[in-house]
């Protein structure tokens, strides 16, 4: 089955700064890479997700990138606000994310400091 | 708009009684539905998915189980519960098809003691 690697556990950034979290999955059939932002008590939230045939997805302060022959895609966040910190999931899943389920990361807990 | 719902919130329940949680969809039709497990500070651990009314399809082997007796109903039950049954419930759903993105319900946190 898939195996999903996240890092770094944890990432602490000055505000104003970027952070980048980073995955890697196994099964080069996965086609869909979400990745959620998680408050603490709370759900997580989708923040962003990016198909197979794309390299790069944006919205506005956050974008993700892919590369598939590395097996590999990021989570970049540019001008880190408080409200940023929280624990993020990459996930990966086959079959565009379909009826099988994600198989997540082990999560990123972004703290910005003032 | 779509909503998903779950209850109970929170649980405390001792080691040996039955669960029983529930999870329900609004404003869509034949969803995908997920059992995901989070134990503290630790990542989701996918535990049921079910395609439609009846089926079920089992990630890890435990002593939980799950059902969909209808379509917008995600059940999640066990006949006796464990000290490390303790955690996060969480419930998603995603559209019929390949369209892939899931949407989590607000979860119960269970507490076994």
């Known amino acids: 089955g898939e195996n999903v690697e996240q890092h770094p556990s944890t990432l602490s950034v000055q505000e104003g700064d970027s952070a980048v979290i980073k995955c890697t999955y196994s099964d080069s059939a996965s086609n869909y890479f979400p990745w959620y932002k998680q408050e603490l008590g709370k759900r997580p939230q989708l923040i962003i997700d990016?198909?197979?045939?794309?390299g790069e997805k944006k919205d506005q302060r956050i974008a993700v990138t892919l590369n598939k022959t590395a097996k590999h895609f990021s989570l970049h966040i540019t001008e880190t606000q408080p409200e940023d910190s929280a624990v993020y999931f990459c996930a990966a899943s086959t079959r565009g994310g379909g009826a099988d389920g994600l198989t997540f990361g082990k999560g990123t807990h972004l703290i910005i400091q003032p | 708009s779509q909503t998903i719902h779950q209850w109970p919130a929170t649980l405390v329940q001792p080691v040996g009684s039955p669960l029983s949680l529930e999870c329900t969809v609004e404003?869509?039709?034949?969803?995908?539905l997920y059992w995901y497990r989070q134990a503290a500070g630790r990542g989701l651990q996918l535990l049921f998915y079910?395609?439609?009314?009846?089926?079920i399809s089992s990630e890890v082997p435990q002593n939980l189980s799950a059902s969909r007796p209808q379509d917008r109903q995600f059940i999640l039950s066990s006949k006796k519960l464990l000290l490390s049954d303790s955690g996060f419930y969480l419930c998603?759903?995603?559209?019929?098809?390949?369209?892939?993105?899931?949407?989590f319900g607000p979860g119960t946190r269970l507490l076994v003691l």
């Open positions: 998603a759903w995603s559209s019929p098809g390949t369209s892939g993105t899931q949407y």
């Open positions: 404003g869509t039709s034949n969803p995908n």
């Open positions: 990016i198909r197979s045939n794309v």
């Open positions: 079910s395609v439609g009314i009846g089926q």
